[in-house]
């Protein structure tokens, strides 16, 4: 498991070179290694993740650790099948070392094994766990593409066409990535947060229960959903989604880790340390 | 240069001359090389790197043993354009430059590469001075020109510089645009002629096959033809930065002018969807959408049409901004704020420049494209430079394979000596020792081969390998003096 967690981390880190070496030097060949060298990483995460699995015989989401553990795996995963479909190549440099540093912290932290409870022990929960993952890993990468875009449409309107400028593509490619990946993100979010409250429903009688995660992930549901209402009625693309998606990002950061660090409530074990 | 540098350049005569002074050399050889069977078989490490230079060289070799690269010819550099276009060679004047030179005795061969900004020959030469006097002396027959006239823009090359002049022409670090894609193109052309009419020589041969992949690792390995040179050029990169694909954009053309045209042009070669013309006057506008097979708008409908258009193009001569902002700020909206490229050549300005503060807006003035062809020039000069240091080590390493060829003649010439002077011994000895058998004969025989052999043996070797890695030239020379080589 340890082994494993380390060949993770230095895949990660080999290809977080990767990317920033071909941010810098532009050759095809350190894009295409990134890519494969995350995909590597990713594969050694998987097994990692099913062992802890088939160990525990739950899924790994009880501390802290293993938050981040999984966080990072769905960030690996989310970029790249985003990378396969879209290959917006310098998206590579801003999530291999995302995925890094949350497998970095993670394995910092301290893993005694949570003492199994029945309560957590079912399909709803690991579904809801596993959507809302994977949505707020495309929501991270929205992020992404979101400052680049950002990145890209200063230097453009500002006639400056520095490094970035080079480097950077289209707008529209940038556009379309970044909404897709809110559109997935949504959905994925949505279903989580439905299984959440069936959940809660057989756990504790009732959907919604003023628990503060709850609240903010209604805040943040609510955000993506004026983002992606704007978009579909109002026509808000281009910057205004871009700086949205980076808005929706901090909220839903906040929901993940800053709600259950500072305030109170059901969920604050998962994040124990 | 305004608009396309490469665009201009399609309208040169490409021209090759080549001339292979000596056709019936190649003819010759075979039998040289049966005169001296053994020669060509004891120098097996020669036979590995350039088999048939083993076996053609002696013949050449034993007549005139120095061949040097010569190149001489003019640009626009040293060239002002109205002589240029008196000395450019027209194809069928190529062919009648190609049988001239034929009958040259200081050339061997030669290639003539003849476009709008220049004109090289290009000659392996028996004697360089006498080329270079007689090619000058051809230019002025064929162009009924005094030789006085033009001789001060001519620049000649010889050896490693006349090389490297050639590598650096086709790689386009020669070209008044650098990085130009044509002039490889045209050179290509002028190679696969003088393949046509077989009389390429082993030296040419060589040189224009280095030279090709010498131009094509320039440009694969720098990034000397990237960015774009031109306006309009510069306008389509731009757009490809706003919209990705330019395929099924709508186009707006507002006025009409050289600079706009060209533009919509390279638009259309880019696959752009329907395409609005608006103009003053309208019968203009209806010409021009016809030539662009698109459809003229009236000028007050330029409102409506900008919730179409993707890409507006604005060239007219009006006073005052043909687009306001706030007409602009109106249409964002009806298009769903899908992004809006202006592109604003007229001077003074059609399109406001508020436009560019506006979301999913972007303008470009023509001082905005030119300040962009500018960088982009530099990034050019910058990379050539990079390619100036990929010319520099294949200048190098076309210089070591001339320099073997020049080795083995020397080597075969220095062989034939020891041979001739072994074998007119043995028969002098054997013919005053009768008693012995035919046997003893055959063992002398073979003892002094393999003398010569053993003899042979290091200074072979030197001259082959990188014993004299500085001036092998120099070496050679020694050593054809020493042993007295060039008396035949």
């Known amino acids: 498991m340890e082994v494993l967690i380390i060949i993770t981390i230095l895949f990660y880190m080999l290809s977080t070179a990767g990317y920033i070496a071909y941010l810098f030097l532009q050759k095809d060949y350190l894009n295409r290694s990134g890519y494969y060298l995350l995909a590597a990483g990713f594969f050694c995460h998987s097994a990692a993740l099913i062992y802890g699995f088939v160990r525990s015989g739950h899924l790994p989401v009880y501390t802290l650790h293993e938050t981040l553990f999984m966080a990072g795996w769905t960030i690996a995963g989310v970029f790249l099948v985003f990378q396969y479909k879209f290959n917006v190549k310098v998206l590579g440099a801003y999530a291999a070392p995302l995925a890094t540093i949350v497998m970095l912290i993670s394995s910092q932290l301290p893993r005694e094994p949570a003492q199994a409870k029945n309560i957590f022990n079912s399909f709803w929960v690991s579904f809801h766990v596993i959507v809302i993952f994977i949505g707020e890993a495309a929501f991270a990468l929205a992020c992404g593409v979101g400052l680049l875009y950002l990145i890209q449409e200063y230097s453009i309107k500002n006639k400056s066409h520095g490094f970035f400028f080079r480097r950077l593509p289209s707008l529209e490619l940038l556009d379309a990535t970044g909404y897709t990946c809110i559109i997935s993100g949504f959905t994925m979010l949505t279903l989580g947060l439905i299984t959440g409250f069936l959940y809660a429903k057989l756990a504790w009688g009732r959907f919604w229960s003023w628990d503060p995660k709850e609240v903010w992930s209604g805040i943040t549901w609510l955000l993506y959903a004026a983002l992606l209402h704007g978009r579909f009625a109002l026509g808000w693309r281009g910057r205004k989604a871009a700086i949205m998606s980076a808005i929706g990002f901090a909220a839903l950061l906040f929901t993940f880790l800053g709600v259950n660090l500072f305030l109170k409530g059901h969920h604050g074990e998962f994040t124990r340390w | 240069m305004g608009n396309s540098p490469v665009g201009k350049m399609v309208c040169c005569p490409l021209s090759v001359v080549r001339c292979n002074k000596q056709p019936t050399t190649d003819d010759r050889q075979p039998a040289t090389g049966n005169r001296q069977p053994a020669t060509g078989n004891r120098q097996p490490a020669t036979g590995n790197r350039q088999p048939t230079t083993g076996n053609r060289q002696p013949a050449t070799g034993n007549r005139q043993?120095?061949?040097?690269?010569?190149?001489?010819?003019?640009?626009?550099?040293?060239?002002?354009?109205?002589?240029?276009?008196?000395?450019?060679?027209?194809?069928?004047?190529?062919?009648?430059?190609?049988?001239?030179?034929?009958?040259?005795?200081?050339?061997?061969?030669?290639?003539?590469?003849?476009?709008?900004?220049?004109?090289?020959?290009?000659?392996?030469?028996?004697?360089?001075?006498?080329?270079?006097?007689?090619?000058?002396?051809?230019?002025?027959?064929?162009?009924?020109?005094?030789?006085?006239?033009?001789?001060?823009?001519?620049?000649?090359?010889?050896?490693?510089?006349?090389?490297?002049?050639?590598?650096?022409?086709?790689?386009?670090?020669?070209?008044?645009?650098?990085?130009?894609?044509?002039?490889?193109?045209?050179?290509?052309?002028?190679?696969?002629?003088?393949?046509?009419?077989?009389?390429?020589?082993?030296?040419?041969?060589?040189?224009?096959?280095?030279?090709?992949?010498?131009?094509?690792?320039?440009?694969?390995?720098?990034?000397?033809?990237?960015?774009?040179?031109?306006?309009?050029?510069?306008?389509?990169?731009?757009?490809?930065?706003?919209?990705?694909?330019?395929?099924?954009?709508?186009?707006?053309?507002?006025?009409?002018?050289?600079?706009?045209?060209?533009?919509?042009?390279?638009?259309?070669?880019?696959?752009?969807?329907?395409?609005?013309?608006?103009?003053?006057?309208?019968?203009?506008?209806?010409?021009?959408?016809?030539?662009?097979?698109?459809?003229?708008?009236?000028?007050?409908?330029?409102?409506?049409?900008?919730?179409?258009?993707?890409?507006?193009?604005?060239?007219?001569?009006?006073?005052?901004?043909?687009?306001?902002?706030?007409?602009?700020?109106?249409?964002?909206?009806?298009?769903?704020?899908?992004?809006?490229?202006f592109i604003d050549i007229a001077v003074p300005r059609d399109i406001d420049p508020d436009i560019n503060r506006l979301s999913n807006a972007y303008v470009y003035d023509i001082d905005d494209l030119k300040g962009v062809i500018e960088e982009n020039i530099d990034d050019r000069n910058r990379e050539a430079l990079k390619g100036e240091r990929i010319i520099d080590e294949a200048v190098i390493s076309f210089r070591r394979w001339y320099d073997s060829l020049n080795v083995v003649p020397t080597i075969v010439a220095l062989r034939k000596k020891m041979d001739d002077i072994a074998e007119a011994e043995i028969r002098k000895t054997l013919n005053s020792l009768n008693h012995l058998s035919e046997d003893d004969g055959q063992a002398i025989r073979r003892m002094t081969e393999a003398m010569i052999n053993k003899i042979l043996h290091d200074p072979t070797l030197f001259l082959k390998n990188n014993g004299c890695l500085k001036d092998r030239s120099a070496y050679l020379d020694i050593t054809r003096k020493l042993f007295k080589l060039d008396e035949f």
Request: positive net charge; charged residues 25%.
């Open chain 2, 65 to 341: 043993l120095t061949t040097d690269i010569v190149l001489l010819g003019f640009n626009h550099k040293t060239a002002p354009v109205e002589l240029r276009e008196c000395l450019a060679f027209s194809q069928d004047e190529i062919a009648a430059a190609l049988e001239a030179f034929q009958k040259d005795p200081a050339v061997r061969e030669s290639v003539l590469i003849s476009t709008c900004n220049r004109v090289e020959i290009l000659m392996a030469a028996n004697d360089r001075l006498n080329a270079a006097t007689s090619a000058k002396k051809h230019i002025s027959e064929f162009k009924n020109i005094q030789v006085d006239q033009f001789e001060d823009t001519l620049y000649i090359h010889e050896g490693d510089a006349a090389v490297r002049h050639i590598f650096r022409v086709a790689s386009s670090l020669d070209s008044m645009v650098v990085g130009e894609p044509q002039i490889l193109g045209q050179l290509k052309e002028a190679y696969r002629t003088a393949i046509l009419k077989k009389t390429s020589g082993v030296i040419l041969n060589r040189l224009l096959h280095k030279t090709f992949s010498v131009a094509k690792r320039v440009r694969t390995e720098t990034g000397i033809g990237d960015r774009a040179v031109s306006v309009s050029f510069a306008a389509i990169e731009l757009g490809r930065k706003i919209f990705g694909v330019l395929e099924g954009k709508k186009v707006l053309l507002v006025g009409a002018g050289e600079m706009a045209e060209l533009a919509v042009e390279h638009l259309i070669r880019n696959r752009v969807g329907e395409i609005f013309v608006a103009n003053r006057t309208f019968e203009r506008g209806v010409e021009l959408a016809r030539k662009f097979s698109g459809k003229a708008i009236r000028f007050e409908e330029i409102t409506d049409c900008l919730q179409q258009a993707d890409i507006v193009i604005s060239s007219t001569g009006s006073p005052n901004f043909v687009i306001t902002r706030k007409q602009v700020k109106g249409s964002m909206r009806g298009r769903k704020n899908r992004p809006v490229f």
